[in-house]
């Protein structure tokens, strides 16, 4: 790791303990909102929003590493800061793909924590396809788009959606606005609280000036740093569970000694530990050639395999451990089995990742 991903992994679990304490992000949800707009302050005057994005964008020039750093922080915090959705995802690729106009208007301000930007990416079956189901037609004035995209994180607080429609000639990811004329934006609860919206576009007329990218490479760009986005924030998710459940097991007793040194919960405390290393290594593999320009469809599959199917033992390990408190949904535990199980699905579970996997080495 470089010194710069030490930094930023450090302010920002500083930041995250002073602000996304268990009994703060419950009081959000009982409001009716996951976004904790002084936390997002915070991290914004910290420099954590600009730090890992490219010079264009006002940032330090970082890139995927340090934005993985940061990702796995907020995992740990079970934070539902939306820095996947407005810099990893939004900020990072209006900068790689738009013009300076659109970076000045979007980008600049979503790295000031001033705007959130947030990307349309799956399908109502929660998948992600290489042919998106909304339909963008050309017209004398530009394009009208149609569709709905649904469980679109940050979906309620974003100013601009980045949404891939198909396009006579392919794929194009285009810039909307909730103000857009035929946009309507819709709250969706997720396992662990609201925070998504369902977002209907009904003849969205869209300029030229609004399209990010008309080469097709913008959706599998954002596809693949979604994906891994999603590993990082589930090593995180993970990581601190295992950290929770094996403090209980100390500190918990039966029969006169902690539950930790009966062995089945040792061994299955063991599972978990090999489970989390699995889960870094091959999130670290995967963001390591993806951030090179490598091939890596194969370890972006198998980095995803492990965040469902590893992140769901783990999360299980962690409540039945916990015993009757793990399934209390005020007890901390509870919140990062939600978190888990939102992340093991998102963007497509084990099955799909399997399946990814072996289309990947059917062709090579």
Not at 314 to 326: D, E, I, P, Q, R
Request: aromatic content about 6%; glycine content about 10%; some cysteine.
């Amino acid at each position: 790791m470089t010194q710069s991903q030490h930094d930023l992994s450090e302010l920002c679990r500083q930041i995250l303990a002073d602000r996304a304490a268990p009994d703060r992000l419950a009081e959000l949800e009982r409001a009716g909102d996951r976004f904790d707009r002084g936390l997002w302050a915070d991290l914004a005057a910290a420099g954590v929003l600009s730090a890992a994005l490219p010079e264009r964008a006002g940032g330090d020039g970082c890139d995927l590493a340090e934005q993985c750093s940061v990702l796995i922080e907020l995992g740990r915090a079970a934070s539902p800061a939306p820095y996947l959705e407005s810099i990893v995802l939004g900020a990072s690729a209006v900068t790689a793909f738009g013009d300076d106009a659109q970076v000045d208007r979007w980008a600049k301000p979503a790295a000031a924590g001033d705007v959130v930007i947030t990307a349309a990416l799956e399908e109502p079956d929660g998948s992600f396809p290489a042919e998106p189901s909304t339909r963008a037609e050309p017209t004398t004035r530009g394009w009208r788009l149609s569709g709905t995209k649904t469980a679109v994180p940050g979906g309620t607080i974003a100013g601009l959606f980045l949404i891939p429609a198909m396009a006579p000639g392919g794929a194009i990811v285009f810039c909307v606005t909730p103000d857009d004329p035929g946009v309507r934006v819709r709250p969706q609860a997720l396992t662990d609280g609201p925070g998504a919206a369902e977002v209907e576009l009904t003849g969205v007329t869209i300029g030229e000036d609004r399209i990010l990218s008309t080469l097709g490479d913008a959706v599998a760009w954002l596809a693949d740093r979604a994906t891994v986005g999603v590993c990082a924030l589930q090593l995180g998710v993970a990581e601190r569970a295992l950290e929770l459940t094996a403090q209980h097991a100390r500190s918990r007793e039966q029969f006169g000694r902690p539950v930790g040194a009966f062995q089945a919960v040792a061994q299955r405390l063991a599972d978990a530990y090999i489970d989390v290393e699995a889960m870094r290594l091959t999130l670290w593999q995967a963001a390591w050639r993806l951030e090179r320009g490598l091939s890596c469809a194969a370890e972006i599959a198998t980095a995803k395999f492990w965040a469902a199917e590893a992140g769901h033992r783990v999360a299980h390990t962690a409540v039945h451990v916990h015993g009757g408190v793990g399934i209390d949904v005020s007890h901390p535990v509870h919140r990062y089995f939600a978190a888990a199980k939102r992340y093991e699905f998102t963007l497509g579970g084990a099955t799909t990742q399997l399946l990814r996997l072996g289309a990947v080495l059917a062709t090579t």
